[in-house]
């Protein structure tokens, strides 16, 4: 590990994965493009944007009072 600040999202768990698409402004690709870099010179283990975008989703979540407090998860759709 580095000896740099340690940053809000952690060492990555394993976890299994479905694969989403989705489009974002290039300012914000960017972005997590050099948080990549940091959490790599961090940590010590190269990881690229789209690998932590789905742990960035699950901590943003987990932090968000007025989701927790929502209840439920929503139902999921009965397929015949």
Do not use: W
């Not at 060492?11 to 790599?40: G, Q, S, V």
């Not at 789905?54 to 209840?71: I, Q, T």
């Amino acid at each position: 590990m580095s000896t740099t600040k340690k940053l809000r999202l952690g060492p990555l768990p394993k976890t299994e994965n479905i694969k989403l698409t989705f489009a974002c402004p290039a300012c914000l690709k960017a972005d997590l493009d050099r948080y990549a870099a940091m959490h790599a010179q961090t940590y010590g283990e190269a990881v690229d944007a789209m690998t932590l975008i789905p742990h960035m989703l699950e901590a943003f979540m987990s932090g968000d009072r007025g989701f927790k407090r929502g209840g439920q998860a929503i139902p999921k759709v009965a397929t015949k």
